[in-house]
């Protein structure tokens, strides 16, 4: 049987009102920033949540940690309902569910020390005093391979990649069980990338951590990610397993983006290209939301909203998810192990050719 998950959503949607009026009284409409979104996360896994800007994935990883108010659904963490928790039974509950946000400046008071910065959600949560503290600090920066002696520096006396190291540390400070990261690594240089995911699979094997992970570069949640969730719209379109989704995507959307992360090889690929613009979320198009762009999209998919169903070992929503072909295996490592050695067959050929100019 399997283990009850650490977070589930179900049905979750978050509207924001649009106000006209002279003192903004007046709503003329909603902005469906989610709209029905259900998955759930288990002890340990990492759920990558990925769409372009603007699709909801950021809102809905506030929603679940209860920073907004969600307009409907449901919200279980740990086992219990906290949808309509008040701040005073979410207090207990907030050191068990951090997050690390994008921008590692801005989400760092500048007026503090590192020191300061380690220790407060410490004494909020009465977790450390004294001298227990201070050493409590000192680990948490060595835990992200920063020094103790570090806690006397100010934020900006970092580099991005190291604010976002303490960042982390805030965020692993309470043992927190649920960590969303929210685009974490999107605003770093790409060789410090790989050195912060290096650290969010080391800490989660470590602590056992669940990461809600919030991304749009698809390559950057191969390597972390357990499962994947694509969002187009406020809705999950595609919900898969790694392996899966990236072998062989089903919906028309997944494979747009799987076909849109830029491979250092060169050698000619098939690639599905989307045309016109993402609509607005105040006001969706009828049936399925990706119809305006969707290669496929027949007279059903104007009228109906699909579901998400299971096809072929996933959850996806669409009406003809069977009738769409297959994309070759997009980011396989095979693929461009073939491709790099033809290469290099061709590369070697010209080399001993002393009739081939360099
Ligand atoms: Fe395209 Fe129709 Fe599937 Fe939507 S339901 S993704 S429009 S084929």
Do not use: W
């Not at 590692?104 to 220790?119: D, K, M, N």
């Not at 949560?125 to 001298?131: E, M, T």
């Not at 027949?298 to 003809?320: N, W, Y």
């Amino acid at each position: 049987m399997r283990p009850p998950p650490l977070l589930e959503i179900e049905g979750l949607t978050k509207h924001f009102p649009i106000r006209k009026g002279l003192i903004f009284s007046r709503t003329v409409g909603n902005v469906r920033a989610v709209d029905g979104v259900s998955f759930h996360l288990a002890a340990g896994e990492t759920l990558a949540l990925v769409g372009e800007s603007g699709c909801g994935k950021s809102t809905t990883g506030r929603l679940a940690l209860r920073l907004l108010e969600p307009t409907g659904g449901r919200i279980v963490f740990e086992g219990q309902d906290i949808t309509q928790f008040g701040p005073q039974l979410m207090r207990p509950l907030r050191r068990r569910m951090q997050i690390v946000f994008q921008d590692p400046f801005a989400s760092l008071h500048p007026r503090l020390t590192v020191g300061e910065i380690l220790a407060e959600p410490l004494v909020l949560h009465g977790l450390a005093s004294g001298k227990a503290l201070a050493a409590r600090v000192r680990d948490l920066l060595e835990r992200v391979g920063l020094r103790g002696t570090h806690a006397a520096r100010y934020p900006h006396e970092f580099s991005g990649g190291q604010r976002q190291r303490i960042g982390v540390a805030r965020a692993i400070s309470t043992n927190p069980a649920l960590i969303v990261c929210d685009e974490p690594v999107s605003a770093l240089d790409v060789s410090i990338q790989a050195q912060v995911v290096n650290l969010l699979q080391d800490l989660q094997a470590e602590f056992r951590l669940s990461y809600l992970f919030i991304a749009h570069d698809l390559a950057v949640v191969k390597h972390i990610a357990d499962r994947i969730a694509v969002m187009y719209l406020g809705r999950l379109v595609e919900v898969a397993d790694k392996t899966t989704l990236y072998q062989n995507p089903r919906h028309p959307y997944t494979q747009a983006l799987l076909s849109a992360v830029p491979r250092p090889d060169p050698v000619k690929r098939q690639r599905a290209v989307l045309t016109g613009d993402v609509p607005s979320p105040a006001a969706p198009p009828p049936g399925c939301a990706f119809h305006p762009r969707c290669p496929f999209a027949a007279e059903r998919c104007k009228l109906e909203a699909p579901a998400l169903r299971q096809v072929a070992g996933r959850e996806v929503a669409c009406h003809r998810a069977e009738e769409i072909p297959e994309m070759p295996n997009l980011l396989s490592a095979r693929i461009d192990d073939g491709a790099r050695r033809r290469r290099l067959k061709i590369l070697t050929r010209a080399a001993k050719d002393p009739t081939c100019a360099a």
